[in-house]
């Protein structure tokens, strides 16, 4: 079975440390510059969608105002406008998936992978500090 995967990112907290998180390494099709554009993303799977900071609208070449739907999203920091794209061209690996993104109204959060027409069309594993993403087998 194919699989890709991508180590832990390490990282400082105030309370336990050090801890190291799951991310993945995401290409999104950009429009402005006609390629692909690297996000680090955390794989967060209570995320039911992919979401990304604000600034990403303009990198991708999307319209918040004309592209996208306002939506509220509630999460662990309450609700929050969401200004959603239905679909995205998005890459991991050698796979490619047209997922819908949202994009929050501000800048201080990091990019999520969510769950719906992304994580959850992979078999996704957390091991040793590890994230593995595999096909799975058909039934």
């Given at each position: 079975?194919?699989?890709v995967?991508?180590?832990?990112?390490?990282?400082?907290?105030?309370?336990f440390?050090?801890?190291?998180?799951?991310?993945a390494?995401?290409?999104?099709?950009?429009?402005r510059?006609?390629?692909?554009?690297?996000?680090?993303?955390l794989?967060?799977?209570?995320a039911?969608?992919?979401?990304?900071?604000?600034t990403?609208?303009?990198v991708?070449g999307?319209?918040?105002?004309t592209?996208?739907?306002?939506?509220?999203?509630?999460?662990?920091?309450g609700?929050?406008?969401?200004?959603?794209?239905?679909r995205?061209?998005a890459?991991l690996g050698?796979w490619?998936?047209?997922?819908?993104v949202?994009?929050?109204?501000?800048?201080?959060?990091?990019?999520?992978?969510?769950?719906?027409?992304c994580?959850?069309t992979?078999?996704?594993?957390?091991?040793?500090?590890?994230?593995?993403?595999?096909?799975?087998?058909?039934?």
């Amino acid at each position: 079975m194919k699989t890709v995967r991508f180590p832990f990112e390490r990282q400082r907290s105030g309370i336990f440390g050090t801890v190291y998180r799951p991310v993945a390494r995401v290409d999104l099709w950009s429009t402005r510059s006609c390629g692909w554009v690297e996000v680090v993303m955390l794989v967060d799977t209570g995320a039911d969608y992919t979401l990304l900071p604000r600034t990403y609208a303009a990198v991708l070449g999307i319209s918040l105002r004309t592209q996208c739907r306002r939506v509220m999203t509630a999460g662990i920091g309450g609700t929050e406008r969401v200004y959603l794209l239905p679909r995205l061209q998005a890459r991991l690996g050698s796979w490619t998936r047209r997922i819908p993104v949202g994009f929050l109204d501000r800048d201080d959060v990091p990019p999520l992978l969510g769950r719906i027409r992304c994580l959850d069309t992979f078999d996704v594993r957390f091991v040793l500090h590890e994230t593995i993403f595999a096909l799975p087998r058909r039934r």
